[in-house]
C-alpha cells in the first residue's frame, strides 16, 4: 500500500538524521542505539504490520492498530516524563549559575 | 546579634529607595537580590545603601530569596528577616517580629496580614483563605496567612529550610518545611497596606493556580 512505502521512506530519514547527529556529536551512543532500534521495529511493523496484528491476538487486544496506538501513547507519555525531569534539573543548574554569578559579581564591585 | 534584611525586588524601581530608607532607620544590614530587573532596580538599592545582589536572568521570587538568605549567612548573620519591595510592610514592626526570635522562644516568625484587621481586598482575600485552608490540610500547622513576605527566622532555621521552589510555591514551602523540621513557630500581625502601587505591582490572582501548579507538579 501506498502509506507503507510513504512511511518507510520517513523512517529511513529519521535512521539517517539519527546517525548524522550521532556522527556530529549531538546525541551519545546509548541514545543513537536507543532511537536506532526503535526505529528499526517502527520499520518492521509498517513492513510487516501482521506481526502487531500477531501479537494484539495474544496479548487479547482487538487489533493490531490499536496495540499500536495503545503502545505508542505509553511510550509517548513516559518520553514526556523524562523530557519533564530533565527539564526540571535545567532548571535547578541555571539557578546555580545565577546565584552564582550573583556573589561573585557583589564580591568583585 | 547581626541582623540581616533580605529584600527581593524585580522592577521595583519606583518604590525600592524609599523601602530600603524605612528599613535603615532600624537596622544597617540590608541585602537587595534584584532579580533580573529591567528598570534601574539594583542601581537605586545601591545608591540607597542596600548591598545588591543581582541575578542576570530572572528567576522568581523562590530562588530570589535563596540567593539572599546563603549571602546572609555568608556574612554570618544571627537572624534574617524577609521582607517585601513593594512598600507594603511598615519598617518599624520588624523589631517586634525579631523579639522572640531574639529571646530564642522560637526558630522562625510568620508575618500575618489577617491577625491586624487590615482591609484586604474580598477576592483576594477570598483566595488567601483557600490557600490557608490547603496548607493546614497539607501540613497540619494552624496559620492564618499564608502568602506573607514577612518572615524572620534564625540562623538554624535559614539553614535548614530548603527552598526548592523557584517562583511563588516558596511560600508555601517556607510553611511546609516549618514543619518537616519541626521549627519553633509564630504568627504575629503585621500592618499590610494595600497601596494602588503594590495592587498594581503584586500578584495577580490566577498566581494562586500557578502555585498550585507548581506545588503539585514540582
Not at chain 2, 99 to 128: M, W
Not at chain 2, 172 to 194: Q, W
Request: net charge positive.
Amino acid at each position: 500500500m501506498l502509506i507503507q512505502y510513504l512511511l518507510l521512506i520517513i523512517i529511513v530519514f529519521i535512521l539517517l538524521q539519527t546517525a548524522r547527529k550521532f556522527k556530529a556529536r549531538k546525541i551519545s551512543l546509548r541514545e543513537f542505539l536507543f532511537w536506532t532500534i526503535f526505529w528499526l521495529m517502527v520499520f518492521a511493523v509498517v513492513l510487516l504490520p501482521q506481526i502487531t496484528s500477531f501479537l494484539a491476538e495474544k496479548l487479547g487486544v482487538g487489533r493490531g492498530a490499536d496495540l499500536v496506538v495503545y503502545a505508542s501513547l505509553i511510550f509517548v507519555f513516559y518520553m514526556i516524563f523524562r523530557l519533564f525531569v530533565r527539564q526540571e534539573k535545567v532548571e535547578r543548574d541555571i539557578g546555580k549559575i545565577v546565584e552564582e554569578i550573583a556573589k561573585k559579581d557583589k564580591d568583585n564591585s | 546579634m547581626k541582623i540581616f534584611i533580605v529584600i527581593p525586588a524585580y522592577n521595583e524601581e519606583k518604590v525600592i529607595g524609599d523601602v530600603i530608607r524605612q528599613v535603615r532607620e532600624y537596622y544597617s544590614d540590608i541585602v537587595v537580590v534584584d532579580d533580573g530587573s529591567t528598570d534601574g532596580t539594583d542601581e537605586k538599592a545601591r545608591q540607597n545603601g542596600a548591598q545588591v545582589l543581582r541575578h542576570i536572568l530572572n528567576r522568581g521570587q523562590g530562588a530570589t530569596l535563596r540567593t539572599g538568605i546563603n549571602y546572609a549567612l555568608a556574612q554570618g548573620a544571627d537572624i534574617i528577616v524577609t521582607y517585601d519591595a513593594d512598600g507594603q510592610f511598615e519598617a518599624g514592626e520588624i523589631d517586634k517580629l525579631c523579639q522572640p526570635v531574639i529571646d530564642n522562644e522560637c526558630d522562625i516568625i510568620l508575618g500575618s496580614r489577617f491577625l491586624s484587621g487590615n482591609k484586604i481586598p474580598f477576592i483576594k482575600k477570598l483566595v488567601l483563605k483557600s490557600a490557608i485552608l490547603f496548607t493546614r490540610a497539607i501540613t497540619g500547622l494552624k496559620l492564618t496567612d499564608t502568602h506573607n513576605g514577612f518572615r524572620v527566622m534564625n540562623r538554624k532555621a535559614a539553614e535548614n529550610i530548603k527552598i526548592r521552589q523557584d517562583r511563588m510555591a516558596h511560600a508555601s514551602e517556607i510553611v511546609h518545611e516549618t514543619a518537616r523540621l519541626k521549627l519553633r513557630y509564630k504568627e504575629l500581625p503585621i500592618t499590610v497596606k494595600y497601596t494602588t502601587y503594590s495592587r498594581h505591582k503584586g500578584q495577580r490572582l490566577t498566581g494562586a493556580f500557578h502555585i498550585l501548579f507548581d506545588l503539585i507538579f514540582k
